[in-house]
């Protein structure tokens, strides 16, 4: 949301040349202890960034857009001396995280620009929308209008997701859409790490799972070093990382490496040597997903972990004379859902224990799991009429919600299908003013089943910018496709140079 036209989401960056200007940092005062850790003060953060968009020529502030002096040039310009970064929290907040403030205050006036906000994370999105701001006349020179911006976020969630097994992902893929997200005010990178396909994450703990369980075990597999690296990078943006290990489905390369983790299937009275999802009667089951989340919630610093819990397929738990017996006694007859969300239950406490909130996909919520009510519900299901619906049975059960199902980028289709991701409404079902407010916004997806190194950026962008904007930008503002095009258009133009 913003006061000028020129916040909108769709501009980038300053061209490849452009201008030196000072950059002056005003630090608040950190309130706990007063010292900053050098690997995540906020100089350094807002330093990085500004120097990201750094360039050789000088910037011109043009005080009246439109005016032209009888020689060609803006009448009514002068240099752009400095821009004053004032925030009000220091480097208090290592990692952003769902409450961090992102709101900020730019303005540009008088060869002289400032940007105010309450923490580094605004800062950083004033930043971007300042190089955003500046355009390029037919001599060559570079000039910023005179503007005032107050700019903040409609939601705080803006995910895009990656799945990263099905095809593995090289880590300079996954930098080189951070930077593009960080451009399109993107702050959650749900990364979709391993999946029935493969498992690259490497664990220490069980290092058996990439070695048998990820496409290579020397190539294809995201190392400590590797992880750290993504989180980092993604951290001086402004992103939150959030790693998805879903279970008890979608869980065939986690077998591989761990023998006995796998239910048994069966034909007949014998085995059928397949395996389904992860065998929810053994104590051994849990153990090692204690052992292995643990871990996890040590290497992943947000608060939120993505348990996944969705596509069960229930044939071989009924196929399985150990799980037939199990379900009798524990008093769930036929109804697999039951001992389904047995498992969920169970898996959210280790998860629990471990301060963690649990991201679930909306399957969890649809086989009435028990679990707690900080619980985040993913959409991602149904037609617009479903999924419209399925918003106001997750909110009107209190949980907070956030949205996809609109929003799968790697189904494509000829022309501009960039329009049916703008026109999404994700305020749009029944419900109260406070089952509303439980949305905290959506993401755009990337799954991976045709996508790889390859063709990861031309898919995504621009078309994922349609959802960025839906997300940070108020409604009333961006309703018009016609001029989200030619900014759209224009915004492609600026990423590829």
């Not at 005003?26 to 690997?39: I, K, L, Q, Y």
């Not at 879903?246 to 065939?252: A, C, F, K, L, S």
């Not at 909130?357 to 399957?363: R, T």
Request: hydrophobic share 35%; aromatic share 12%; with cysteine.
């Amino acid at each position: 949301m913003a006061t000028a036209a020129e916040s909108l989401l769709f501009c980038r960056e300053i061209p490849a040349e452009s201008r030196r200007i000072q950059l002056s940092v005003w630090e608040g005062v950190c309130s706990s202890t007063g010292m900053h850790d050098p690997r995540y003060g906020f100089q350094t953060l807002l330093q990085d960034h500004f120097f990201r968009i750094q360039r050789r020529k000088p910037l011109t502030v043009n005080k009246k857009p439109g005016c032209v002096s009888p020689d060609g040039s803006l009448c009514g310009s002068a240099p752009l001396a400095a821009l004053v970064v004032n925030v009000q929290k220091g480097g208090c907040d290592g990692f952003p995280d769902l409450n961090s403030r992102e709101d900020y205050k730019l303005s540009i006036a008088d060869g002289l620009g400032s940007l105010s906000a309450v923490s580094v994370w605004g800062a950083l999105r004033g930043l971007e929308t300042f190089s955003q701001l500046v355009y390029q006349d037919q001599e060559g020179t570079y000039y910023i209008n005179k503007t005032d911006v107050v700019d903040f976020p409609r939601f705080p969630h803006r995910g895009l997701l990656l799945d990263t097994s099905r095809h593995y992902l090289p880590v300079r893929s996954i930098l080189e859409t951070l930077d593009a997200m960080a451009y399109n005010k993107f702050n959650v990178f749900h990364w979709h790490i391993v999946d029935d396909p493969s498992f690259p994450y490497q664990s220490p703990t069980f290092p058996n799972l990439s070695s048998k369980g990820a496409f290579h075990p020397q190539t294809h597999i995201y190392t400590m070093s590797d992880v750290k690296q993504v989180i980092e990078h993604a951290r001086l943006w402004g992103i939150r990382v959030i790693p998805e290990f879903d279970t008890p489905g979608h869980t065939q390369s986690w077998g591989k490496g761990q023998p006995g983790l796998l239910t048994a299937c069966y034909k007949g009275s014998v085995p059928s040597g397949t395996f389904g999802p992860v065998n929810p009667m053994l104590n051994t089951s849990y153990q090692f997903m204690s052992m292995l989340f643990n871990e996890i919630s040590s290497v992943f610093p947000d608060s939120y972990l993505h348990l996944g819990g969705d596509e069960v397929n229930f044939a071989c738990w009924k196929s399985n004379p150990d799980i037939q017996q199990f379900m009798k006694k524990m008093g769930f007859g036929t109804d697999y859902r039951k001992l389904e969300s047995f498992y969920i239950e169970n898996l959210v406490k280790i998860v629990t224990a471990l301060n963690k909130n649990s991201l679930v996909w909306q399957e969890v919520f649809d086989n009435a799991v028990k679990v707690p009510a900080d619980t985040v519900v993913h959409v991602w299901n149904g037609t617009k009429e479903q999924y419209s619906q399925e918003m106001s049975s997750v909110t009107a059960g209190g949980f907070r919600v956030l949205l996809l199902a609109p929003w799968y980028l790697n189904v494509i289709n000829y022309g501009q299908d960039w329009m049916k991701a703008y026109i999404v409404e994700p305020l749009s079902f029944n419900g109260t003013a406070e089952q509303k407010q439980l949305v905290m916004g959506g993401e755009a997806c990337m799954w991976g089943e045709y996508v790889d190194a390859t063709n990861l950026t031309p898919r995504l962008w621009p078309r994922a910018g349609a959802v960025g904007e839906r997300l940070w930008s108020d409604e009333a503002q961006t309703s018009n496709l016609d001029t989200a095009y030619d900014r759209l258009a224009e915004f492609r133009c600026k990423l590829l140079r």
